[in-house]
């Protein structure tokens, strides 16, 4: 069984930054994509960024692209996603997922496996 655990959410300015990783386990991860999400509140779940374990391949949702940089530590089994240029819209709690395919999807209901979320609040 898949397990995701996020850590680094928090409080933040306007023009900062932070980073959050994900620690996972339960599995061999090298067949899988890894990925975070943010939901505001009131709002649907969207895709921010998502990697590809084996290959390193990596791609963003158009309003993180610039400003966030998803990475993976093969040695420790974590997922981070370092967020620089941080926006009051990017307020939210992100979640890590991951998924057992390397088929690239940004659609939330194909992922199988979500860890808990973390709040990250940007301030203006």
């Known amino acids: 069984q898949v397990q995701l655990v996020e850590s680094g959410g928090g409080l933040v300015q306007a023009g900062g930054s932070l980073r959050l990783s994900c620690a996972a386990s339960?599995?061999?991860?090298?067949?899988?994509?890894m990925g975070w999400f943010r939901q505001a509140l009131g709002k649907e779940r969207e895709f921010v960024a998502l990697i590809v374990w084996r290959s390193g391949y990596t791609y963003y949702a158009d309003s993180v692209k610039g400003r966030f940089t998803i990475s993976r530590d093969n040695a420790k089994n974590t997922v981070s996603l370092q967020m620089n240029s941080l926006k009051p819209e990017d307020t939210a709690v992100y979640y890590c997922a991951a998924r057992a395919s390397t088929a690239i999807t940004t659609t939330a209901t194909m992922w199988g496996s979500w860890g808990q979320g973390t709040q990250v609040t940007v301030s203006s």
């Open positions: 339960g599995r061999t991860f090298t067949e899988y994509t």
